[in-house]
């Protein structure tokens, strides 16, 4: 019983990161219908931030996550407006941001590559090795601390969407952008603020990442695949489905991870997307997907 | 406003269009240069007489790795450039038709050459039945299964201890002399990609063909069209995993071993979607055109800066500025303007 507990928690504090992680592609998609393979590599670009004011200046990951996150939105900003905004009348925009966000991601590999080479790191304050004892469970704090911000992190950004007026114009620009703009909505300030802002949560997982994975600039492929399992299992756009598909997801890899073996506990996420695009193709929380 | 009938019964309409087809048909054959591939195919296959005064392995070494992705782009626009799915998980046939051929030759001796064609269908086979599920989806959902697939097979390879794990397999090397070991794999590998680029051109100008692009162009309309969108689709996928299965098998035994890492790697894909999509996605020369630029580009980095994360870089750099400024690729854009050389127009 008491291994069961243990699991459960070890997955649902990892479980909190990689909610994090996706909540930026989400919000991505939600808005500008947009895939971001860069994703990952961009939360890889936060980590080195966060890994490098340690180790130089010795700030805490988690007192550098806002800065990073500021840095990264930035990024966000002139990635969008080199990249993506001509692309906005394209007839094959799907498929042309997705190929385009593919050389971000590559472009970013081999810059992150050639600055600090393929050596894997890791931040590590005093907590990313410590843990707290609950009888015969225990939780390490680097996880933990992990796991909390980040879903404190994500209902702040709910708050946001749900009460703001800015928030408003981005739910709206997600539902109908034609309507949305008829309706007054600058929708292209809009899709550069929630580019930025998806960004910006690359970035502030980034600096969480930092002390729970050990990563290098090639590490982002694995979490590609992942990602987008727990972000089209949520339903693509939902930050809601995220939460709980990263969350459900990441309590079985666990399982499957303690039960039996550590190298298919990523399998999990991977057998996940092709079933739930065998039986539910539009996600747990998602519209009916669009054939165009 | 009236509208005046045509009085000629429905056959005659049929019988003067059928004939205006063949008119059109005969000046684009009398228009094409055919004789432009072959007379390249002539000069490749004549290739290996250089080792009579000298040696130019790097020469044929360079040809042959072309040929390779030549044939294995090729194959991707099938899926890619005729039906308008774009695959990023295409390593896996190419992986899969390597150890498949490579395990025949490791355990009864039978060189990958013959068996080729056996990998590919195996490679077909694995593509109809994945087809049958990521197919169901399309645009940015069907790129991202087909990553998560790539993904899956280097898990099972990896850990799979009958094919070497992560370490591989090592595969028995021929005992012709240095100046003459490449040349079996130098025209396989030459025939495969001839024979690619041939059976590209006959799907394109055939009913499949049609079906796949009226698929890419609309899929909704092609169905109520009366095309059987979800087969074609499917016998895509295959057809495409053929081609690179085929190129995988020849592609193991010329390197003598087979590894995860040098097989499902993702770059790979990449490649070949960055080579389609730079010469012309969808036409038959835009994969040969785009395969010879990106290897000469490749080895140009890697000859005059070493550095992989450079080449990664390079690859990156030249998808993006292709895409946002040339999204038709060379092949298209140039046809587009009615610019494109005869002697490249293949299709």
Known sequence: ?292 | MTVTLQQSSASSVLKARRAHNEKLARKADQTRATWFPLALLAILVALPLLQFVGNYNYVLHLVLFTASYVAMASGWNILGGFAGYVSLGHSVFFGVGGYFAGMLLARYGISTIITAPLAGLVAAVLGYLIGLITLKVRGPSFIISSIALLMIARILFDNWEFVGGANGLTLPTNDLPVQWAKLPYYYAMIAIAAFTVWATYRIKHSKFGLGLRAISKDEIKAESAGIDTRFYKVMAFAFSAFFVGMTGAVWGEYLTYLRPNIFLLILVSANLVLMSILGGKGTIAGPVVGAILIVALNEFFVATMGASEINILGTGLVMAVGLIFFPLGLIGTLAKKGKLPRVLNWD
């Open chain 1, 1 to 292: 019983m008491a291994d069961i507990l243990q699991i459960l928690i070890l997955g649902l504090a990892l479980g909190g990161v990689i909610a994090l992680m996706g909540s930026g592609l989400s919000l991505v998609f939600g808005v500008m219908r947009i895939v971001n393979l860069a994703h990952p590599s961009l939360i890889i670009a936060g980590a080195y931030i966060a890994y490098w004011a340690f180790k130089v200046l010795g700030i805490d990951p988690i007192v550098m996550l806002p800065v990073s996150a500021a840095i990264l939105a930035a990024v966000g900003v002139l990635l969008y407006r080199l990249m993506f905004e001509k692309e906005t009348k394209s007839a094959k925009y799907s498929e042309m941001t997705v190929l385009l966000t593919f050389a971000l991601a590559m472009m970013a590999e081999g810059v992150l590559g050639g600055l600090f080479t393929n050596t894997q790191r890791v931040t590590s304050p005093d907590y990313a090795t410590d843990a707290f004892f609950i009888g015969d469970v225990f939780i390490p704090k680097g996880q933990l601390y992990a796991g909390v911000l980040s879903l404190a992190i994500i209902a702040a950004l709910t708050l946001f969407l749900k009460y703001s007026r800015l928030g408003y114009a981005i739910r709206a620009t997600t539902q109908n952008r034609e309507a949305a703009e008829l309706l007054g909505v600058n929708v292209n300030f809009i899709s550069i603020l929630a580019f930025a802002i998806g960004i910006g949560l690359a970035g502030a997982a980034g600096s969480l990442v930092s002390f729970v994975f050990s990563f290098f600039p090639a590490k982002h492929w694995e979490w590609i695949a992942m990602l987008m399992s727990v972000v089209v299992l949520g339903g693509m756009g939902s930050i809601l489905g995220t939460v709980v598909a990263a969350l459900l997801l990441s309590v079985v890899a666990a399982f499957v991870g303690t039960w039996i073996g550590a190298t298919w506990s990523t399998m999990t996420f991977f057998l996940a997307l092709f079933l739930i695009l065998l039986i539910r193709p539009q996600g747990l929380f998602g519209e009916k997907p669009e054939m165009a």
